[in-house]
């Protein structure tokens, strides 16, 4: 790609992520798949370690970033605003899987990356940024508490739902989106409820717990 060689090295990170995630299904997130990725768009290799020299978060991290890039350029039509809210972020979270379609073992290794002690914070902050791109995507302009608890339940039904999306053989993905309207209807269930029994003032509930409900549900 004969213009690679014009883009900064935060440009480059996603212009190379892609293919970085293609050749870590075979090599995982190493300096091989980094190469070799550089190989394929033509990029000198020193250039391309220079980019990513905080080595295999790195390139995740830039991996996400050009799923919520392309998310958000497919999105930029307004065609959300005709759709229920739960049609929404189901579209949403169903265009992130579809955009890594065929790379679940790049997937599966990279949630390896991100459950490395040292790579847990920055993972969690990814998941909280691609939620809420979505939110902002989805019309969300909440600035009170729902603003941060709409969120961090978002990124762990899309967590819950990734897991569920990488080993899923089933025709079309079935199971995964069975498994994905479930959390969303039940997190509507739930938002209907609290509205219901909680007024303005007293808007608290365990979130840790309610969290946990939605990590580990039952398949």
Do not use: C
């Given at each position: ?140 302009t909440a600035t009170d ?75």
């Amino acid at each position: 790609m004969a213009d690679m060689a014009d883009l900064t090295l935060d440009e480059l990170r996603v212009a190379l992520a892609p293919e970085i995630a293609l050749a870590a299904m075979f090599d995982g997130w190493t300096m091989a798949a980094l190469d070799s990725a550089a190989e394929s768009a033509g990029v000198d290799p020193d250039v391309a370690r220079l980019a990513f020299k905080d080595g295999p978060m790195q390139m995740v991290d830039a991996w996400i970033t050009s799923v919520d890039q392309s998310m958000e350029i497919e999105f930029a039509d307004g065609r959300l605003d005709t759709m229920p809210i739960r049609e929404r972020i189901r579209s949403l979270v169903w265009f992130r899987l579809e955009a890594i379609e065929g790379l679940e073992e790049s997937l599966s290794r990279a949630m390896a990356v991100q459950a490395m002690p040292q790579n847990v914070a920055a993972a969690f902050r990814q998941g909280w940024s691609s939620a809420d791109k979505m939110w902002r995507l989805a019309g969300d302009t909440a600035t009170d508490y729902n603003h941060y608890t709409k969120r961090a339940i978002l990124a762990s039904i899309y967590g819950a739902t990734l897991a569920v999306w990488k080993s899923d053989d089933s025709q079309d993905k079935a199971e995964t989106a069975a498994f994905l309207d479930r959390r969303i209807e039940g997190v509507m269930k739930f938002e209907k409820v609290k509205s219901q029994f909680l007024g303005k003032d007293r808007e608290t509930f365990d979130v840790a717990r309610f969290l946990g409900r939605l990590r580990y549900p039952q398949r």
